[in-house]
């Protein structure tokens, strides 16, 4: 029986997205190679490096010595130790592998600043991945798995077998033409045997002992942007031998990356594991460079996948379900160094091989920006996992599938300055990337301790087996059944012959062994008896079970048809409820659309409604506007036209009077005897005499005013404003102006205009001939809409004064006479009084008013 694990799962399932750790990045730096090397970089306290300019490449700012600090989560420095650094680094990974989480560790930097020495080690101080491995099969060395319980499939999934599979498949494996050597007797390679000698014997304190635990190893490298399976067997041939083929990513059902093919070899130990890596690192490329003597062109990445599955409720077998089972593992990866051609002097293939370096390395820091730039900012970019193997490989770590922790190895030589500067950016910039947390395993539900009760059982009853048949403390022993089944036979008489001739001890002896021989046929008819007694009862018994069990089989028949029924009806009651919970969750977005559309077309209408009443109301506003703006036109031209009509009248009636006058004077002139001086009539009976032949009324006495003519149409209510201001001038004319029911104010007053009708304004200034010019400016008074008080004007009435004493008389002849000269001042005086008059004038845009007008004296016939 099989059943397949479920790999690595999805990062939105398996991490928490509220809890993020940043990725954590460490500095370690190497030692010089040789004492009188400059150095250029300086650890300046456990967290921080100072690296600063070396001779020839120093920078000024300022006059000052330029000195950059960078900040780590640790420095570890020239005299730290593998132990030291694997305990910090690493070791938290190798525990997060041992409870099902997933880990990513890398070393970066330039080429020869120790990261392979880092990762692998060297004769005697191993690295980082023998102390990885050394510390898990010392964590599960007494937990493990028999070999091919755990079976890898070729879908990133594990598959766990039973304990006959297994066997089988071990017997299968070793029935090979190349068997391989037992673990047990391999002889380790010196080149490495050092590397793996950990004496600190490192573990995990807390291992579920209910597991059972099986470790696989692989070993890729990625050169030239290709992937090669280093633990893979090429068939050899000498004479056309076939270059390795390029492996490929996959993904899994789960979005994890995988390398489809890949070589996944389980181990069972230290030596075994370390063993498959140095078979595999000894293929990997690398090549002597110009700044390292065995530079490593390719990226190496070496997995451990550790399979754990939890045992049965007896604690002795490995539970046959596939939710239970768990695979994790730790990724190890030896990035190449990245490097300058122009210092390598690479040319051709070492050439090609830098430039896909740099590419690969270039791709994974545009990763990283990217998602600093997403995680700092909210935005949404693409990370371009794909651009590189390498950054596709491993794109679940960075979207939360485990922890990710990165040594930055730096040389300190000033060779290396701008380098280590770049990389120096490069880390920093990394730290501030931030990884989900991924959550714990989920429990399997089983009571714990069920491996420590298995064995102390087993114990127990190997004991208690051990002393059956011997005495057990100093108490006496029970006798057996056996042997109070031999003492119930008769005693044996002594055997011993003491004389050739005694005829009595044989007699006894065979008498005895007779009797012995008879009870033993009698309890054997007796057993025989009851061993028939007792078939028969078994038949019986049989018959008996095997009717119950017919009958137990045919009501389990019944359950179980009852049980399939009712299995059936709830299988299609769970898909009844899937297709009616669809449904519902259907009806559920249209109801919420639909009422989504009724909310926007309810608010569309409100403000439709109120765009309504709003035009209603502008609409409203307008026309009582434009009846207001009609009504006071038709006033205003209703008051124009009567001024108009008014002034015309006014204008032909003083005509018509001052044609009368010039006519009567005339005819007086003409008729009137020459000798006879007439006696001048006076304006007062001139005026009695022309009333009665003219029907046009006499003009007004004086020029100023003319109150004869009514200027406006006013109801009797009608009340004004007399507005004269402090500096009037009285004019001490004959007529002033009169303005009836009128307030007279100094300054115009909300009070004064709310109690009258019409507003007039006395204004006076010097006209152009020296005289004082008086304007009457008149208005309607209106309520505002503020409760206020307007003024409109609408006539101004211009009131002038005029000195005769300018007017010149008409010159007399060198000799006149006297008679001549009476009759002559006599028409003189009639003339000047004819001609001048007082006459309106009319049609003027601003109102009626008055002016004298002269007519040139006629000279006398």
Request: net charge positive.
């Amino acid at each position: 029986m099989k059943a397949a694990a479920r790999t690595p799962r999805r990062p939105r399932k398996a991490t928490n997205p509220t809890q993020k750790d940043p990725v954590g990045v460490y500095c370690r730096v190497r030692p010089l190679s040789r004492a009188d090397q400059e150095c250029c970089i300086e650890v300046i306290s456990g967290t921080a490096v100072q690296i600063h300019p070396p001779e020839g490449y120093r920078i000024f700012r300022n006059g000052e010595y330029r000195e950059t600090q960078y900040s780590f989560k640790e420095v570890f420095g020239t005299l730290v130790a593998q132990k030291e650094l694997f305990d910090v680094v690493a070791k938290p990974l190798v525990e997060d592998l041992i409870r099902g989480k997933n880990g990513l560790l890398f070393t970066y930097g330039v080429t020869g600043s120790g990261k392979t020495h880092t990762m692998t080690g060297s004769p005697g101080d191993g690295g980082l991945l023998p102390r990885c491995l050394a510390m898990i099969f010392n964590s599960i060395g007494p937990f493990q798995a028999k070999r091919f319980v755990f079976k890898l499939d070729d879908k990133n999934g594990v598959d766990v077998q039973s304990e006959v599979e297994a066997l089988l498949e071990r017997q299968r494996r070793e029935a090979l033409p190349t068997p391989k050597t037992p673990a047990g007797k391999r002889q380790l390679d010196p080149e490495f045997a050092d590397m793996i000698d950990v004496q600190d014997h490192c573990r995990v304190e807390e291992v579920d002992e209910d597991n059972v635990y099986g470790v696989f190893v692989s070993y890729i490298e990625i050169y030239n942007n290709y992937i090669y399976d280093l633990l893979e067997e090429a068939p050899c041939d000498s004479i056309k031998p076939k270059p390795p083929q390029s492996k490929i990513l996959r993904e899994d059902q789960n979005h994890n990356m995988y390398v489809m093919g890949c070589t996944e070899v389980e181990v069972k130990s230290t030596e075994e594991a370390f063993e498959v890596f140095w078979r595999g690192q000894k293929k990997r490329r690398i090549a002597n460079t110009q700044l390292n003597r065995e530079s490593s062109r390719s990226h190496s990445v070496f997995i451990i996948k550790l399979a754990q599955a939890p045992l049965d409720a007896d604690g002795d077998n490995v539970l046959q379900e596939k939710e239970q089972i768990t695979l994790s593992q730790l990724s190890l990866v030896d990035l190449a160094g990245s490097e300058r051609t122009n210092r390598t002097k690479a040319e051709g293939n070492r050439l090609r091989e830098a430039g896909n370096i740099n590419q690969s390395l270039m791709t994974l820091r545009t990763c990283i920006e990217v998602l600093r730039e997403n995680q700092l900012y909210g935005t949404n970019k693409m990370v371009p996992y794909r651009d590189s193997k390498l950054t596709h490989l491993f794109k679940n770590y960075f979207d939360g599938e485990g922890k990710v922790r990165m040594i930055v190895c730096v040389n300190p030589k000033a060779e290396d300055y701008e380098e280590s500067l770049q990389v120096m950016r490069f880390a920093e910039m990394t730290q501030e990337v931030e990884v989900a947390r991924p959550l714990d395993r989920p429990l399997c539900g089983l009571t714990p301790g069920r491996r420590l009760r298995n064995q102390a059982f087993r114990e127990e009853l190997s004991r208690k087996l051990e002393l059956r048949g011997g005495p057990v403390g100093s108490g006496p022993e029970e006798p057996s059944p056996a042997e109070l089944f031999f003492q119930s036979f008769p005693p044996l008489p002594s055997c011993e012959l003491l004389d050739i001739n005694d005829d009595q001890t044989l007699p006894k002896l065979i008498e005895a062994l007779e009797q012995r021989h008879k009870m033993r046929q009698m309890l054997a008819e007796e057993f025989a008896k009851n061993v028939h007694a007792f078939k028969t009862m078994l038949q019986e018994f049989d018959s008996s079970v095997a009717s119950k069990e017919n009958y137990i089989q045919g009501k389990l028949a019944e359950k179980e048809k009852t049980i399939t029924g009712q299995r059936t009806e709830l299988e299609r009651l769970e898909k009844k409820i899937k297709t009616l919970e669809y449904k519902i969750e259907i009806l559920e977005k249209t109801a919420t659309i639909y009422e989504e559309d009724k909310r926007n077309l309810q608010q569309e209408l409100e403000s439709k409604s109120q765009k309504l009443q709003r035009q209603a109301s502008d609409k409203r506003r307008l026309e009582a506007r434009l009846q207001g703006m009609v009504a006071e036109t038709s006033l205003k031209w209703e008051k124009e036209c009567e001024r108009r009509v008014a002034a015309k009248q006014l204008e032909m009636q003083n005509k018509l009077w001052v044609k009368d006058e010039k006519l009567k004077q005339l005819k007086a002139i003409v008729t009137e005897p020459r000798a006879e001086r007439p006696e001048r009539p006076s304006r007062e009976r001139e005026r009695e005499k022309a009333l009665p032949r003219s029907v046009s009324p006499s003009p007004a006495p004086s020029a100023p005013v003319a109150p004869l003519r009514p200027r406006r149409s006013r109801s009797a209510g009608e009340r004004w404003v007399d507005h004269r201001p402090p500096s009037h001038v009285p004019t001490e004319t004959l007529l002033q102006p009169r303005v009836p029911r009128a307030i007279t104010v100094d300054a115009p007053s909300e009070r004064a205009l709310a109690r009258c009708d019409r507003y007039l304004l006395t204004h006076q200034e010097l006209a152009s001939d020296g005289e004082i010019q008086t304007k009457l400016i008149k208005g309607d008074v209106f309520k505002t809409r503020g409760g206020g008080q307007a003024v409109q004007f609408t006539d101004i009435e211009t009131l002038k004064q005029e000195s005769p004493t300018g007017r010149k008389r008409r010159s007399s002849p060198p000799n006149p006479d006297p008679a001549g000269d009476a009759a002559d001042s006599e028409w003189t005086d009639v003339e000047t009084r004819c001609s001048v008059a007082v006459e309106m004038r009319a049609g003027s845009a601003l109102g009626p008013g008055f002016q004298h007008h002269a007519q040139p004296k006629r000279r006398k016939p």
